[in-house]
Every structure is written in C-alpha cells, then in structure tokens.
C-alpha cells in the first residue's frame, strides 16, 4: 500500500482557496496562477463506497495537479448531474438547468475577479457535457469585458489510453463504483472501503467504460433501480487494488500536468 503521506492531500494553504485570505488570493491573481474548479457529486457508488467518492476524487487530483502547474483550487462543487441514481439512498442531484446556472455563476464570479485561467475539472461522468456548455457559456457571455480562457475536461480523459493499458477488468468494467474508482479509494481512503460488501452483490461489465476506446454515440436509457438487485455500479470492483489505484492516480496527474504545460505553452505563443 502506498505511503498514506504521499497520497493525502496536505492542508496545502497556498493553494486552497478556502484556506486563503482575500488579500492572498488577489495575489495569486496578480500572478496569473489558473484557478481549478473540481466538480463532484454526492451518489450512490455500490455498497462498498462512500457516497462522496466523486467529489473527494476529483478534489484529490486538483489538488495535486496545483502543486504541478502552479494554480489555486476553488473549494469543490460537492453536488452535480446524478439523476442515474437518485432512486438510491444517499444520492443527491441537481437538476440539468440548475446545475449549469450554478456553475456559471461560480465560474463568472471566478473570472470576474480577474482569474485568466478556469479549469472546470470533472469528476461525475454526466457533469461532462454540461460543463463543456457552461465553458463555451462564460466565454460567450463574458470576453468583452475579460481575457480569460475556460478548459473543461473530466480528469481521467486524457490518461484514457494510459489507464485501459494498465487494467485488469474487460472493457465495460471501468465505469461506476469499478475498478477504477474502487482503486482510487483503496489508495487514498481504505478505512471507508467495505470490500466484503460485495459479496452476493449484482454487477459486472457494462455498455460503456471511462477509459476503453469507444463510439462516439452516448446513448441514455433506463437508470437502475435498487428493486430490481441493481448495487449501483457500471463495471467490476473486485480486482480493484490499493497499489493499481495509485499507479491510476499517479498516471492521470501526469497526463493532465503534460496537457496543461501544453496548453499554456500554445496560448502564450499565440499571445
């Protein structure tokens, strides 16, 4: 099992927002350090996981990308696009509307301030496409009065290839409560993994996987229902592991330290 002091993300009050004075952060602006935004969720993921796996997720790796690209980490959107479970205990979701009206607002208020970099960093697999909107949005409605730039990515994407090379479960099996995540919180949380829950528990591979190559045609259908034996979970936890889920953890922070270090590097150039 990993060291849990190279996996927990520290206090890290240079770079948390919420830790941070007004007058720190107006620095950190003056600076032109991009902002992240992690967006999360609070859902259902099996019975063997906490239901903020999302949101601590995706805060984890925003906070440790910070650390590689010099940026603050706005305080995490804990609520988010999880209509798929909310027939679910402990699920909590917004709708659509409201959901991406919120968003807006947080990031509009994030630019106006004068931040020139918003990385809305995605942690629940539906937040996706909304958060691509509320990107183009803030652009649309905001670049007369500001210079800013909006990236918008979920952040397992760009070490999709990366990570389908390094598992164990088929295709369909890194979906929801999977391996992937399980790893993840095998990694970074064990105590609050009850892998023994599993047991007698209904799920297996899916239609669709987070990583495996795909079509690019999403197709919705009818959520799953804890009546008919579903545990809420789209893949296979069992071979998820402590050591493979920070070997994923360690791949996708350096995937989206290379894609970012890229991206400013194009942007200044263009400048």
Same mark, same amino acid.
């Given at each position: 099992? *990993? ?36 967006? &999360? ?81 995605? &942690? ?9 909107? =509320? ?24 070490? *999709? ?25 095998? *990694? ?22 987070? =990583? ?15 009546? *008919? ?43």
């Amino acid at each position: 099992m *990993a060291d849990p002091a190279s996996t927990a993300p520290a206090a890290g009050g240079e770079r948390r927002m919420s830790f941070m004075t007004q007058m720190e952060i107006a620095e950190a602006i003056a600076q032109k350090r991009a902002v992240i935004l992690p967006t &999360g969720a609070t859902e259902a993921h099996g019975p063997h996981m906490p239901t903020d796996t999302d949101t601590h997720q995706v805060e984890h790796i925003a906070w440790l990308l910070a650390q590689r690209i010099d940026a603050l980490v706005a305080p995490p959107v804990a609520y988010g696009i999880s209509k798929t479970f909310e027939f679910f205990p402990g699920t909590i979701s917004l709708s659509i509307p409201t959901y991406q009206a919120m968003l807006f607002e947080i990031g509009a208020a994030l630019v106006r301030q004068g931040f020139e970099h918003l990385i809305l960093l995605n &942690g629940n697999r539906p937040n996706g496409t909304a958060n691509d909107a =509320v990107a183009r949005h803030l652009v649309d409605e905001l670049d007369a009065a500001h210079s800013f730039k909006v990236s918008a990515v979920s952040y397992w994407e760009p070490a *999709a290839e990366r990570i389908h090379a390094l598992r164990q479960s088929v295709p369909g099996g890194m979906g929801h409560g999977c391996e992937f995540e399980t790893g993840f919180q095998l *990694a970074t949380r064990p105590e609050l993994v009850k892998m023994d829950r599993l047991e007698g528990a209904h799920y297996g591979p899916v239609g669709w996987d987070l =990583v495996a190559p795909t079509e690019p045609v999403r197709t919705y259908m009818r959520r799953p229902r804890p009546a *008919a034996g579903h545990a809420a979970i789209f893949g296979d936890p069992s071979c998820a592991t402590a050591e493979a889920g920070q070997v994923f953890i360690d791949t996708v922070v350096q995937v989206l330290e290379e894609t970012f270090r890229t991206l400013r590097g194009s942007y200044e150039e263009r400048r």
